[in-house]
């Protein structure tokens, strides 16, 4: 078994994957400081190591990671949440993902996945979006994230960037699909973004995470989607066909200055070079993750690794 060591490990993404890999006996360690991740996701469990902190904390950082000594690490750690708050933007993605290339340097780390947002190619001259599209994001968050990937593989450490689509999966709390599935039921408004985006379910992202840690793969960046663009508007005629709801009027809203139409990642060299495709198909991937609302509700703080309160 692998020692793991997960930056925003507290994230929905972070958590699915410490659940995960608890669960097949690696044994895991956290950093998060609970701006956006949760800390009720964590269990206290043998296996599991829980640091409370920032990546911008150099010797917090180096601490953690020269004590528990990981082969792998999953850098998920981000700042995103404010638009206008570019010192922090910088201080978590910029200087946190600096802060991990010096100490990865110094230890004997097999290899770094890095999670990149889409946002990074900015406003897209080709569709789906090929993984030698040009790099030119215009948001805080996209510029940050592009910059700190830069820097990675300019450190020539073994380094994975994977350019994620929106995925779906246990306590995604946050965009249409879990906006649409509370309001329906609440009887409440809506409206839909004249926007498309790909999504990509949890467990073909978990097949995916596989490969990459475990298999002896090239290094580089890769698009992680279905490679298919769905409306927004589809996803509410989604939910409102899993609630049984007819005949939901809904206003259609064009995008804003700061958005993108249309964001739809290209996979085919991720598949020519990994061997992966994505296998469950857009509507079953919406139905687990409704499913999963009926049964646990729209929570980021709900473990599979305890039992229900």
């Avoid at 692998?2 to 929905?12: D, Q, V």
């Avoid at 990981?70 to 708050?85: F, L, R």
């Avoid at 200087?95 to 990074?120: A, D, H, P, R």
């Avoid at 469950?280 to 690794?305: A, C, M, P, R, V």
Wanted: net charge negative.
């Amino acid at each position: 078994m692998s020692k793991i060591f997960i930056t925003g490990g507290a994230g929905c993404l972070g958590s699915n994957l410490f659940e995960k890999y608890i669960l097949e006996g690696h044994e895991i360690c956290l950093i998060d400081n609970f701006i956006t991740g949760k800390r009720e996701v964590v269990p206290e469990l043998d296996n599991l190591k829980l640091i409370e902190g920032s990546v911008s904390d150099f010797d917090l950082l180096k601490s953690s990671i020269e004590n528990f000594k990981p082969e792998y690490i999953i850098h998920s750690a981000a700042s995103y949440k404010d638009p206008k708050n570019f010192a922090e933007d910088v201080r978590t993605n910029i200087n946190g993902t600096i802060n991990l290339i010096e100490i990865c340097l110094q230890n004997n780390v097999k290899k770094i996945i890095n999670f990149q947002t889409s946002l990074c190619y900015g406003k897209p001259k080709a569709l789906p979006i090929p993984i030698n599209h040009s790099i030119d994001p215009f948001t805080s968050y996209g510029i940050s994230k592009a910059t700190a990937e830069n820097f990675l593989f300019l450190s020539e450490l073994p380094v994975i960037s994977l350019r994620l689509a929106n995925i779906c999966g246990p306590r995604l709390a946050i965009g249409p699909i879990p906006t649409f599935y509370k309001r329906l039921k609440d009887n409440q408004k809506c409206f839909c973004s004249d926007s498309v985006r790909d999504f990509l379910d949890i467990k073909d992202f978990f097949d995916l995470m596989d490969i990459v840690l475990f298999q002896d793969v090239p290094t580089g960046k890769y698009n992680i989607s279905s490679g298919e663009g769905h409306s927004i508007m589809e996803i509410f005629k989604l939910v409102c066909e899993y609630l049984n709801i007819e005949n939901f009027d809904v206003p259609i809203i064009p995008v804003g200055e700061d958005d993108i139409k249309e964001v739809v990642l290209d996979p085919s060299e991720t598949e020519k070079k990994l061997g992966w495709k994505s296998k469950i198909n857009f509507n079953d991937t919406i139905k687990n993750q409704l499913i999963w609302y009926d049964n646990y509700g729209i929570s980021e703080i709900f473990s599979h690794l305890n039992k229900p309160k």
